[in-house]
């Protein structure tokens, strides 16, 4: 078994996954919600969609046996496993520093658009935009008439989702830094969640 | 009443709207949907964001009273009346060449997206990418489970939606080309819509 890669609470980060590799993505403590994106290694420009997702899944709600399609309306990334419940948004935009400032918070405060910049400066890489993100674990039910919540996300310590990669990616993770509004759970305390990558290119 | 402009039917049509200033989008003969973009004209890289505004209106169904928001989560369109039954689409893609490709259709199918490009070209701009555009007449309901599905539009004939821009904006109209699946009727034939800009700025 591969070691695992840490995604720090509150933080992001990137991995390189060759087309047909693997990754198990953790959900370590239980709860907490992980703002997900992919990008064509060989151009960014190419990014998984979940408005094109839609069109081609049919449901808002994808998961085991679910391929994620991208802006090119191409297979970019399968949920071969998802032991979580199922449960993860594709209506909702990665927070940033409006969100929380409209939150109610004064100076900093990370957030899961800077958290995509941050992770891909890493490899030296930068976002064409910031698409909308693949919210993996996040709770959003969609309600008679079409309203929508933000409620605590279902999925337990150590429950995970099994993705594989359709072409050569970039994926972007960042443990979502909400502390106001609980999605990451009723104690608002975002936490660590872990992956690994496996399997031969 | 000022003069109706046309949106013909399978193309699109960009029109330039001072903040305050309200537009009212008729939906002609019914049905018809009408994929539509708004950018701030001051700086083309904010505009309306499905995605934001899920989070800022707590529902994916806008009407009446409702404001949908920028990518910078700032207000740019508002609902000031809907009589056509207020089921619009924030959920899905814009129809693209690759799309109608997958449908089975072999050569040229006008799409939206082309339609949005185009219609901007006209005014001598261009956008800096295809956001998810909110789909006005659209129906797309969602199941439980989270399915979706195209169906037709209940839009009347003459129903109309009326918007009032919240800053200044470049808006895109597109009648929806699409003639396979049957959004725009069972008939599948796109139809011409039509539009009016009033009130000073």
Redesign the interface.
Known sequence: MPDLTTVPARKGKAAILASSQKLRLVNTYGQQVVDTWAFNRADMAEFM????S??AL????PTTGDTMVS???RPILTFLEDTSGGIHDT???AC?A??YE?LGVAGHHDSCADNLRAALAELGLAP???P?PLNMFMNIP?GA?????FEPSIAGPGSHVTLRAEMDLVVVFSACPQDIVPINGADCTPKDVHFEIFGSP
């Open positions: 969609s979940t408005e094109h839609h069109a049919l449901k808002i709600l802006n090119r309306r209506l909702i935009a940033d409006r969100r409209m064409p935009e910031i909308a969609v008439g079409g309203s929508v919540s």
